[in-house]
């Protein structure tokens, strides 16, 4: 797979104004991030949610400390190439890493041999966004409802599928979580990715699928999937016409995709913070907020200790989910 970059260079005279605008006036930890260039590690291909949040923050650190500011996507190995890349970076704030939920909370826990020890190997700096997860039917699958899901999977079993981009993603563990809690059976199908996973359900080959609303917000406006729930506990504001799984009668099930950003392991806690801050300010600003909108996501941010805790929350509640369904990643 070749290395994609996405650059982002602006003269700093033009771009580094109020706070930023002289070095006398920045902190010690905005110096060191004014010192050097940024590399955002993107270990999924471009386009995707993940790569849209990486280039988004490459543009916001660039204006803010005039700089430039490099995306790498380093796709493969779902994920572990960009995350091998980010653990070897020095700690110095400028190498950064944006990663989805199931590449930190899921497949520790889910993968035998996983490479890489969360605590241990990086610093979580903080959530980034989040995308809402539902679960989508072709629109000529014969299948109109969940509880008419439901019915059909029991009366057949074995006779559904679905996808998802892969093996230990949340959306393969919200899938999961809805087969456990309705009590059904429904193969799991596998992809290298979102953007096959759709195009199969698009083409009929798989009648459904659990995707993030990023991914098929285009089909769900022009009626060629047709959306039968999100995955989340209460309703989105994004779409909040949509009905939750909860609300059909299937309870207990509040997964949505959450993507965050990450450093090597041994980052000084004061880049740390100044990282966290810079990354909620820029996604605050209300032309990244109607961008992210008008893609499906919305923004989150946490202080570093918030998300190293959530983190460490969400891995041991999966790992509940993985032993009771016996699952585990060849």
């Keep these: 797979m070749p290395r994609l970059h996405y650059f982002v260079g602006i003269a700093c005279s033009m771009l580094v104004t109020g706070s930023f605008a002289q070095a006398q006036e920045r902190t ?21 949610p993940t790569d849209v949040l990486a280039r988004t923050l490459a543009e916001g650190l660039s204006a803010r400390y005039g700089q430039p500011a490099v995306v790498e996507n380093l796709a493969g190995a779902g994920g572990n190439i960009g995350m091998e890349r980010a653990k070897r970076a020095r700690g110095n704030g400028h190498t950064l890493l944006v990663v989805p939920a199931g590449n930190i909370t899921i497949n520790p826990v889910l993968m035998p041999n996983f490479p890489f020890n ?5 610093t979580p700096i903080t959530m980034l966004a989040n995308t809402p997860n539902v679960l989508v039917v072709h629109r000529d699958a014969g ?4 509880d008419a899901l439901i019915a059909k999977a029991k ?15 949340g959306l393969h563990m919200a899938g999961e979580l809805f087969k456990h809690n309705a009590e059904v059976d429904i193969l799991h199908v596998a992809y290298r990715g979102t953007g096959p996973a759709i195009n199969d359900v698009m083409a009929g080959v798989v009648p459904m699928a659990f995707s993030s609303l990023f991914s098929v917000m285009p089909y769900m406006q022009a009626g060629t999937l047709k959306v039968l729930a999100t995955t989340s506990a209460l309703r ?24 965050g950003l990450l450093g090597p392991a041994g980052m000084e806690s004061e880049l740390v913070q100044q990282l966290a801050q810079d990354a909620a300010e820029i996604l605050a600003e209300p032309d990244i907020q109607a961008r992210l909108t008008n893609q499906g996501m919305s923004s989150r941010s946490m202080s570093p200790a918030e998300f190293a805790s959530s983190i460490l929350v969400e891995t041991r509640e999966w790992e509940k989910l993985i032993q009771a369904r016996r699952l585990v990643a060849n």
Excluded: H, K, M
């Design 155 to 169: 009366a057949q079993p074995d006779s559904l599928s679905y996808a998802t981009p892969g093996v230990g993603s």
């Design 28 to 48: 010690p930890a905005q110096q060191a991030l004014a010192s050097a260039r940024f590399t955002i590690i993107s270990p999924f291909p471009a386009g995707g």
């Design 236 to 259: 989105s504001p994004i779409a909040p016409e949509l009905p939750t799984l909860n609300e059909l009668g299937v309870p207990g099930i509040d997964v949505s995709s959450w993507y």
């Design 143 to 146: 299948i109109d409802t969940v």
């Design 118 to 122: 969360i605590q241990r190997d990086f």
